[in-house]
Structures are given as C-alpha cells and as structure tokens.
C-alpha cells in the first residue's frame, strides 16, 4: 500500500510554545489529508479535513486558530499546535486519500505523540 | 456526536477460535471501511465495502454490510495472538469528503 510519514513521532514542548507535525504522502499525490486526534483508550476524532490549495474544514468544537493546518502541496500537510498547553497532549494522526470522495482506502502515519509541560 | 458505535468494546479470546466485532452508524454512506490499530501507532486498512455491498471476504476477514440497520460486522476467523488490537469501523458518508470513526473494540487473542 501507500505510505504516508509523519513526523516527529513524539515530542515534548513547553506550555505556551507551538508545535509543527508534518504529514507526507510518499508514494502518491494526496488531495485530501485528514488529522485526527485520539485520547489513550478511545477512537480517532476528526479534528479537520484539508484539500490541497484551500482552507482547510474544521470539524464543530475544533479551534481553527489554534490548531493551524496547512496543505500547500499534493504531498504536504502541516498541522500546528499553537501556544499549546497540557491539555493539547494527545495523539495526533493524520492520514491521506487520492480523492476527496474516499472511495479507496485511506493512508495513515504512524500518529506524533504531543506531550505538553 | 460524530462517531457510531462498536461493540464489544473488549474483547478476550483463545488463540483458534474467532473473532466478532459489530459496528452501527448513523448516516447513510457510501462506504464502511475497517481499520486495525496496533497500541500506539498508526492504523492499517484491512478491508472496504461499499453500501450496494452486502458481504466481502479477505482473507481470514469477513465483513457484512446491512444498510437497512446501518450496522456492519468484522469476523476474523482462526485467531492468532497477533490479531491482539484494537479494531475500528469507519464510514464515508453518501457524499464524501469525511472518514469518520468507530469507537473501537479492543481485542486480546490468548496464546
């Protein structure tokens, strides 16, 4: 299958500062990327959904300020955390699809375990 | 809330025996689509099946779509203690552009 690289996949950054996690399709041009957020023992929850070229559509109760994502190219999505703070520690996961109408599979990372102290 | 619902939850069987996992949801769809989650890492896609298919076999996997119920199920046959994970449902609703997720069950396969 495709492979789509996330990285880093962890870091630790102090509170107040901002993070930047790059998801890449390598293989393959991605139209559409996804970023999920998953809490220890639970599902992914779609946090937005970015076309390449446009803004990206967050999903009800996702902050777009602090949560910044940017899909500049077909293979290149960039999710920062903005003055993050200890409750943005989670894990984040992003994943890739050839076409917005999913009707193939979708390609995930390996997900970038955010920590904030 | 985005997401449909999974169960069991938990799951805990002996290495052999299989493996039954059901999910609902609560939109109409174009595709269901299931995913294994490894402990801490990325998903992998097992299998696809779209709403005008009903069952679909891949290997030791068997998923069946009842879009009448908007229900669907996973069964892994023969179990092997690496299908321990954490198994998720995860829909593409009739006009695209989402892929929204189960809550998951967690499945232990005992040596």
């Known amino acids: 299958g495709a492979v789509v690289s996330q990285h880093p996949s962890r870091v630790i950054c102090k509170s107040g500062t901002s993070v930047k996690i790059e998801c890449r399709s390598l293989?393959?041009?991605?139209?559409?990327m996804f970023w999920y957020r998953q809490f220890p023992k639970q599902s992914l929850m779609l946090m937005a959904t970015?076309?390449?070229?446009?803004?990206?559509?967050?999903e009800q109760g996702v902050e777009k300020d602090k949560f910044l994502i940017n899909h500049a190219s077909l293979t290149l999505s960039t999710l920062t955390v903005t003055s993050a703070h200890p409750e943005d520690s989670s894990f984040y996961i992003c994943?890739?699809?050839?076409?917005?109408?999913?009707?193939?599979?979708?390609?995930f990372g390996q997900g970038t375990r955010l920590t904030v102290v | 809330s985005q997401q449909g619902e999974e169960d069991p939850q938990a799951l805990s069987i002996q290495e052999g025996e299989n493996a039954t996992m059901n999910c609902s949801y609560k939109?109409?769809?174009?595709?269901l689509q299931w995913y294994r989650q490894n402990s801490g890492r990325g998903l992998v896609h097992l299998i696809l099946?779209?709403?005008?298919?009903r069952e679909k076999h891949s290997g030791r996997l068997r998923v069946t779509l009842d879009t009448s119920k908007k229900s669907s199920s996973l069964l892994i046959t023969a179990s092997r203690a690496a299908d321990t994970a954490s198994y998720f449902c995860?829909?593409?609703?009739?006009?695209?552009?989402?892929?929204?997720f189960g809550q998951g069950t967690e499945l232990s396969v005992k040596p």
């Open positions: 994943s890739a699809s050839r076409g917005w109408q999913l009707n193939t599979e979708a390609f």
């Open positions: 293989d393959f041009q991605a139209t559409t």
């Open positions: 970015s076309n390449e070229g446009s803004k990206a559509t967050y």
């Open positions: 939109t109409s769809i174009n595709n």
């Open positions: 099946i779209r709403s005008n298919e």
């Open positions: 995860a829909t593409v609703p009739s006009q695209g552009g989402k892929l929204i």
